[in-house]
């Protein structure tokens, strides 16, 4: 059976010609302009000699030109391979060699970089995008372009249609080989459960991640929606948009959330959003009631993986969203918790988040190890989150099983903790890390941002903490800082958090 992701745009050109399909600034590309440039896009690429199955690299930041090369590449039965244009040589020339791409296509801002990784790679220069958002700059500077417009070549369910680095947190990135039946499936399941029809979606979160790229700009085509790109997000531009533009729907991570609450006004902001998104990470329950009280519309919370596709499971319009839960099971995929022995754990017990269904990816690119440590012969994938069910199946992540802190012997979950801090109103963002300790193995320490105007000593940090949580569960370190480390989706990045601690820079003991 032919299939390929790029149906997405293609269906919305034919239903929705004339509709915006993507603005940034004031550039603006409808869905016909679009689907015409990505045609074209593909027809250079054959000329120049991209085969199906090869593997293009696209570094690009947001903006007109990146779906317009995701969907050439796509088109030619190629593999997309993003990277974050932000990367170093090192890090691009791994993502290079370890793929085995062809070709990179990549930003002007990045021309210095991508030349560097591509000759230490051994492939061809990189094809370089202009500066900037005018669609007038657009096609990307192909040479040889075809005056025909090539077949889309179809694929099978089961070939690569993306090729997703992980963020390498444990070790060297990893490259999630992802179908185009995963991408397929997962953008309508998360589209359709959502209800995304006609709606103008913000889109703040980088295209080469899993995020952006499924939930936001394949999902968006799938219900015929205007996306309105932000290629680095700033919450005071951000809410400006939400206004001008009209914007009914956004999808962010929590600390893009936590932002665009202080820079809005007090009282109820009177805008046309009526549906956030949240994923990526754990949204404090005390930022999502009064995000919803100050914009009037209601925040659905997800889970998933750049390993499967990314969504797992949803909070949906269909049964009333819990708070502090990411919801259900998508259709179609299967969620089961396992204790520490393997076996199931029972509700209300923590255990290990299980997957298995159409959203998990095909395998570890060229990593047979990882792959079989990852996925097991029925085809369960082991995320490595902490997670618990109620009676109704709603799952709760608890934390990632490498975040645990065993102080003592004890478990401290830092989500728990990082609750708590959450709920002090001086306190803006909030990470709990475990540092290492001579007799209790770990000890729980804390690094916050307060708002903007108030001040607060670390001393009473803890006592917050320890007035409201059991006595091993309190942070014993605190560290202020002005801005917590984040990705670039805005997650906040625990593992740079820890040297800030350790290393025994400027902190309070209490």
């Known amino acids: 059976m032919g299939i390929n992701l790029t149906t997405v745009l293609a ?15 004031d550039a603006c590309l409808t869905y016909a302009e679009l689907d015409a440039l990505a045609t074209r896009v593909a027809g250079a690429l054959v000329n120049a000699s991209v085969e199906p199955g090869d593997r293009v690299a696209l570094m690009a930041p947001n903006g007109l030109h990146w779906p317009v090369a995701y969907h050439g590449i796509l088109r030619t039965g190629a593999v997309v391979v993003p990277a974050n244009p932000l990367l170093r040589q090192r890090e691009l020339e791994h993502c290079l060699t370890d793929s085995g791409a062809s070709l990179l296509i990549a930003a002007a801002g990045a021309a210095g970089v991508a030349r560097a990784a591509c ?76 209800g995304v029809a006609d709606d103008v979606i913000l889109g703040a979160l980088p295209l080469f991640h899993s995020f952006g790229q499924s939930c936001v700009m394949n999902a968006g085509m799938l219900g015929g929606a205007s996306i309105v790109l932000v290629d680095r997000f700033d919450a005071v531009t951000a809410l400006r948009l939400l206004d001008r533009r009209e914007v009914t729907m956004l999808a962010g991570v929590p600390t893009m959330l936590s ?43 997800w889970y998933g993986l750049s390993e499967c596709s990314p969504v797992v499971t949803f909070n949906t319009p269909a049964r009333p969203p819990r708070p502090g839960s990411v919801g259900l099971p998508l259709w179609g995929v299967d969620v089961a918790l396992r204790a520490a022995d393997g076996a199931s754990a029972a509700v209300g017990e923590v255990g290990e ?46 934390d990632r099983q490498k975040d645990i802190i065993i102080r003592g012997g004890l478990n401290v979950y830092p989500r728990e903790v990082e609750e708590v801090l959450y709920e002090h109103p001086g306190i803006a963002e909030a990470c709990v890390v475990g540092i290492p300790h001579a007799t209790l193995g770990e000890e729980v320490a804390a690094a916050v941002v307060v708002h903007a105007g108030a001040t607060l000593a670390p001393q009473l940090v803890s006592d917050w903490v320890r ?29 740079e958090v820890v040297p800030l601690i350790s290393d025994d820079l400027p902190v309070t003991r209490v």
């Not at 061809?124 to 025909?148: F, K, N, Q, S």
């Not at 202080?262 to 009064?290: F, K, M, N, W, Y």
């Not at 012969?377 to 069910?389: C, E, N, Y």
Request: with cysteine.
């Open 119 to 194: 000759a230490a790679a051994g492939i061809r220069p990189p094809v370089t995008i202009a500066a900037g958002h005018d669609a007038a700059e657009l096609p990307i500077g192909l040479t040889a372009w075809e005056t025909r417009a090539p077949d889309t070549v179809q694929r099978e369910p089961g070939d690569i249609a993306v090729l997703l680095y992980t963020s390498g947190t444990t070790g060297r990135p990893k490259g999630a080989a992802l179908t185009h039946s995963n991408l397929l499936w997962n953008a309508k399941v998360f589209g359709e459960s959502l």
């Open 259 to 301: 932002g665009l609450l202080a820079a809005a006004p007090d009282g109820e902001v009177d805008l046309p959003l009526r549906t956030v998104v949240s994923g990526g990470a754990s949204l404090p329950v005390e930022v999502l009631h009064a995000f919803q009280a100050r914009f009037g519309c209601t925040i659905y919370e």
């Open 353 to 398: 988040v299980c997957v298995r269904g159409h959203c998990v990816m095909r395998d570890y690119w060229g990593n047979p190890a990882a792959t079989a440590e990852t996925i097991d012969a029925a085809g369960w994938l082991r995320t490595g989150d902490l997670g618990r069910t109620d009676e109704d199946g709603y799952l709760y992540i608890v």
């Open 467 to 495: 007035e409201r949580l059991a006595p091993y569960k309190y942070p014993r370190h605190v560290l202020l800082l002005d801005a917590l480390p984040k990705g670039p989706t805005g997650k906040i990045l625990k593992r």
């Open 11 to 25: 269906s919305a050109a034919s239903a929705h010609p004339t509709r915006a399909a993507i603005r940034i600034d």
